[in-house]
């Protein structure tokens, strides 16, 4: 018999499916490190926050952000129509699911036959880890922090790199997002004469950090560039005394896959983005 638990904060979630997301810390990263940074930032905006449980047990979980994906852990297949009949019956709505590969495919099409609406695969994603970096051949320049200065161009760049990898906010959100890692020191460049490569970090736990917003500008591609600025800052996560920093990368793109294995990051699991959308929207 499967249960499924709706928690109020954030707090109470991760106090009560910690121990279970923490098993498989690695691929259940992101939601770790979303209800981690929500609880640092004292998060007010409402999330779905749930528990799936059998017989008392936590067998899965799964978050919605406003306005985002639902994102989901591994999941056993005969729990996923009792999550979908739950969040079907309370009349509750999203653009997508985001988890790990199977479980993925499996609840958009449970969703797709429950709502009717149509799923469509965005993107597969290796979820890569890394605990101790391989130094890439020395390319020039060196590595630095943002800066207010670099406000500008940033905000052109990050919006470029999620146009890339098919997401998108606002051009005034991306500005709010960079404006508050630039505060906090997470956004770094590899400086050649130059901004030439960006990479960022975020949903910082106890162990570890996820790697973002990797972008190198076409011009400037196939010159190490991104190499050296992403093992440049993932050093930098290691030597403040975290165990491991990990990266998402799209299955289709070989060269950032080629880049993030050559420099020590090795494929933990895979992942899928998955897009829901009614007929009408789909003519």
């Given amino acids: 018999m499967f249960e499924i638990q709706s928690c109020e904060t954030q707090q109470q979630f991760l106090a009560e499916a910690g121990v279970f997301l ?38 899965g979980a799964a978050i919605k952000t406003p306005q985002h994906k639902l994102l989901i852990t591994r ?33 958009a099409q449970a969703w797709s036959t429950s709502t009717g609406k149509s799923a469509k695969l965005t993107m597969d994603m290796g979820l890569y880890a890394c605990d101790r970096v391989t130094s890439p051949a020395r390319v020039p320049g060196s590595f ?12 052109e760049w990050v919006r470029a790199f999620q146009i890339e990898v098919n997401t998108g906010d606002s051009l005034e959100r991306v500005a709010e997002v960079v404006a508050a890692r630039t505060t906090t020191q997470k956004l770094w460049i590899w ?5 030439v490569s960006l990479a960022g970090y975020s949903r910082e736990t106890e162990q570890g950090a996820a790697i973002v917003q990797v972008y190198t500008p076409p011009e400037f591609r196939q ?17 403040s005394g975290k165990s491991q920093c990990w990266l998402y990368a799209d299955s ?12 020590g990051y090795k494929l933990v699991s895979q992942s899928a983005s998955w897009h829901f959308s009614s007929s009408s929207e789909d003519e």
């Fill in 22 to 59: 923490e098993r498989r810390s690695v691929e259940n990263n992101l939601i770790i490190g979303l209800c981690t940074d929500a609880i640092r930032r004292n998060e007010r905006e409402p999330w779905l926050l749930l528990i799936i449980r059998e017989q008392g047990d936590v067998i």
């Fill in 75 to 107: 999941l056993m297949a005969a729990a996923i129509p009792v999550v979908v009949d739950g969040l079907t019956k309370q009349t509750i709505d999203f653009p997508g699911v985001f988890g790990p590969a199977e479980s993925a495919a499996d609840f």
């Fill in 252 to 263: 289709a793109n070989p060269t950032s896959n080629h880049i993030y294995q050559s420099i």
């Fill in 191 to 195: 400086d050649d004469n130059g901004p």
């Fill in 223 to 239: 010159r190490g560039y991104a190499s050296a600025c992403v093992a440049a800052l993932t050093q930098q996560l290691l030597d």
């Fill in 144 to 155: 630095r922090v943002a800066q207010d200065a670099d406000a500008s161009w940033l905000v």
